[in-house]
């Protein structure tokens, strides 16, 4: 493309541009709306949704107040599974939250992109497909302040302490407690925080 026909272009699609820019309000608002309605319940307008979350099984979900919520988001509620999200929350791209028992995100917890959290494991059996054998489940609850870092898995059962870190890409299996930093896989403890 010639230097000049590049300008023209630019010339044409620069307003254009600018116009899809005023409406990115405008989309915001309706994932919002679209959102809220999907969930039937009440949805602080302080929360902002940047793309509709995919909302599958019971939608028994609860969200607080000023979350900041990134387009991709995968929120599943299956059986007597809920998930529970806090005031202050930030949910990046991508993230998949599964629940059969409970999924519990306290306040300020921020939570990097394509990070998966689920309480249930499939359950194995001789001669029997895993799709149809069930679902072992236990809850899990990540701590105020709580930083989970992008791509991090967190299985069944793992409770995650205050101000914990999980680095990027770790896997949680077990417990991580409040302050701590854990990376790897599975994750394991490489520092203690510092208070203040």
Partial sequence: M????????????????AIADRLESWHRLWAHARLK???????????????????????NIHLGRD??????????TQERGRIEIGDGVVLSRGVHIVSYASVILEDGVMVGEYTSIRDANHRIAAGRSVRDTGHDTE??????????????????????GEAAVVGA????????????????????????????
Wanted: glycine content about 12%.
């Fill in 139 to 160: 809850p899990v609850r990540i701590g105020r302040n709580a930083w989970i870092g992008r791509g991090a898995v967190i299985l069944r059962g793992v409770t995650i």
């Fill in 169 to 196: 890409n770790a896997v949680v299996t077990r417990d991580v407690p409040a302050g701590a930093v854990v990376a790897g896989v599975p994750a394991r403890s490489i520092e203690r925080k510092r208070a203040g």
């Fill in 37 to 59: 309605a999907a969930l039937d319940s009440a949805l602080d307008p302080s929360v902002v949704v940047l793309g509709t979350p995919e909302l599958h099984g019971s939608r």
């Fill in 2 to 17: 010639s230097k000049i026909a590049k300008r023209l272009l630019l010339g044409l699609l620069t307003p254009a541009a």
């Fill in 67 to 76: 979350l900041f919520l990134y387009p991709g988001l995968y929120l599943e």
